[in-house]
């Protein structure tokens, strides 16, 4: 069974720092990797999907690695905003369908004050 | 257009009630999601619709009936709840097809209380 980790739990830092959260996972056979945005109450965004066979991909501030033979990804976000306060949470599929099942982290919850 | 629309925001309902929630997108996808969030906690999967069909059922209590009528709606039935139900049902469409990478958009939910 796929268990997905997230670290730190909650993270509170100042405007203007990089910073770093991860994600490990425990079964490699992944098809592909998610990261998600949620604030208080509302749905969840997209901000960056990998697929197994990638190493990173970028959209702006946002920066995601994956190491998948050692079951591990990180989000980078570089010059963080109050903006940016928010839930992160990752999520992998399991390999065999595009359709497959999610399994999400319990989240990183960022504070980011002026 | 990346949009997937929950109605209503909010229900609250009795136990001896029977509701829906709705769900759609536009956006060409064929395979849609329901998924339950408890407070604090990571969304969880209930069930999973391809190509307008039930594919995925995780184990799902029978007061939750999934109707998939077409390719751009999906519909979640409510009967005869529990207040533990009670939650934020988030449903999430992704594109099925050889070269698509699977990205689920999510919409923005429908809190439910059960009373």
């Known amino acids: 069974k796929q268990e997905v980790t997230q670290i730190p739990a909650a993270l509170s830092v100042p405007e203007g720092e990089n910073l770093v959260l991860n994600c490990s996972f425990t079964?490699?056979?992944?098809?592909?990797l998610q990261w998600f945005r949620q604030d208080p109450g509302k749905g969840l965004t997209s901000l960056l999907l990998?697929?197994?066979?990638?190493r990173e991909q970028t959209s702006g501030r946002l920066n995601a690695s994956l190491d998948k033979s050692s079951g591990r990804s990180t989000l980078y976000i570089a010059a963080s905003q109050p903006g940016d306060s928010a839930t992160y949470l990752c999520?992998?599929?399991?390999?065999?369908?595009?359709?497959?099942?999610?399994?999400f982290g319990q989240g990183t919850i960022l504070t980011v004050h002026p | 257009d990346t949009e997937v629309t929950q109605t209503p925001k909010h229900l609250v309902m009795g136990m001896t009630n029977k509701k829906s929630l709705k769900c759609e997108q536009h956006m060409g996808h064929r395979a849609m999601y329901w998924y339950k969030q408890k407070a604090k906690k990571p969304p969880e999967l209930m069930f999973v619709?391809?190509?307008?069909?039930?594919?995925i059922n995780e184990s799902v209590p029978s007061r939750f009936s999934p109707e998939c009528p077409n390719s751009s709606l999906l519909n979640l039935h409510l009967h005869a709840l529990q207040p533990e139900d009670s939650a934020l049902y988030l449903c999430?469409?992704?594109?099925?097809?050889?070269?698509?990478?699977?990205?689920?958009?999510f919409g923005a939910g429908t809190r439910l209380s059960v009373l």
């Open positions: 619709y391809s190509y307008e069909k039930l594919s």
């Open positions: 999430a469409s992704s594109p099925l097809g050889i070269g698509k990478r699977g990205i689920q958009y």
């Open positions: 990998i697929q197994s066979s990638q």
């Open positions: 079964d490699s056979a992944i098809y592909n």
């Open positions: 999520a992998v599929r399991q390999s065999g369908t595009s359709y497959g099942k999610l399994t």
